[in-house]
T-cell receptor, first 115, second 115 residues
Framework: DAGVIQSPRHEVTEMGQEVTLRCKPI?????LFWYRQTMMRGLELLIY????????DSGMPEDRFSAKMPNASFSTLKIQPSEPRDSAVYFC?????????????FGPGTRLTVL | AQSVTQPDIHITVSEGASLELRCNYS??????LFWYVQSPGQGLQLLLK??????LVQGIKGFEAEFKRSQSSFNLRKPSVHWSDAAEYFC?????????????FGTGTRLTIIP
């Protein structure tokens, strides 16, 4: 299995631009998570989906952030408009409720820099 | 709401020495507990997990952790560290609408190994 795939790995953009981060979960997994990691705030859960349905988006910082999961194999996290304080590493993770521990498998992350 | 505290931000140990990383959690029910490791520029990898049964759990790379309910702790240990163990370590507690699918992470402990 290829694991969780994220693209792009690095993104540099200018303030005000739209940014779209992409994630392909592990095949067969029914949960998908988006996290943000910064030095100041550590690893924060932004939103998670179960069977493509958003379950908890309480971590989404503001309306500029949106996430979708149109099918079981693809999710996007969009920031519009982007701001310098959005600079962070964004991780996608997936897990399967078919296992007793629901272990989350993480992708390599997307490092976002907003100038 | 659940929370995790990792009191040590940075630990330095000599190669071959023993290691203990501390983790304290707050959760009203029986917790699902996890330790993840993050190497520089990488995603998180699961080291070990606990839900029930034997309170001493074994993980990958020679790590183990002990669950102590009375102390609300889940400390990570390794008898002899290797230079390749240098990384950041995160403790997490699982909770959520359906059980353990949502993880709350501690702020992490950065481990430096000196020759």
């Amino acid at each position: 299995d290829a694991g969780v795939i994220q693209s792009p790995r690095h993104e540099v953009t200018e303030m005000g631009q739209e940014v779209t981060l992409r994630c392909k979960p592990i095949s067969g997994h029914d949960y998908l998570f988006w996290y943000r990691q910064t030095m100041m705030r550590g690893l924060e859960l932004l939103i998670y989906f179960n069977n493509n349905v958003p379950i908890d988006d309480s971590g989404m910082p503001e309306d500029r952030f949106s996430a979708k999961m149109p099918n079981a194999s693809f999710s996007t996290l969009k920031i519009q408009p982007s701001e310098p304080r959005d600079s962070a590493v964004y991780f996608c993770a997936s897990s399967s409720s078919g296992t007793s521990y629901n272990e989350q498998f993480f992708g390599p992350g997307t490092r976002l820099t907003v100038l | 709401a659940q929370s995790v505290t990792q009191p040590d931000i940075h630990i330095t140990v000599s190669e071959g020495a023993s290691l203990e990383l501390r983790c304290n959690y707050s959760y009203g029910a029986t917790p699902y507990l996890f330790w993840y490791v993050q190497s520089p520029g990488q995603g998180l990898q699961l080291l070990l997990k606990y839900f029930s049964g034997d309170t001493l759990v074994q993980g990958i790379k020679g790590f183990e952790a002990e669950f102590k309910r009375s102390q609300s702790s889940f400390n990570l240990r390794k008898p002899s560290v290797h230079w390749s163990d240098a990384a950041e370590y995160f403790c997490a507690v699982g909770a959520g609408n359906f059980g353990n699918e949502k993880l709350t992470f501690g702020t992490g402990t950065r481990l430096t190994i000196i020759p």
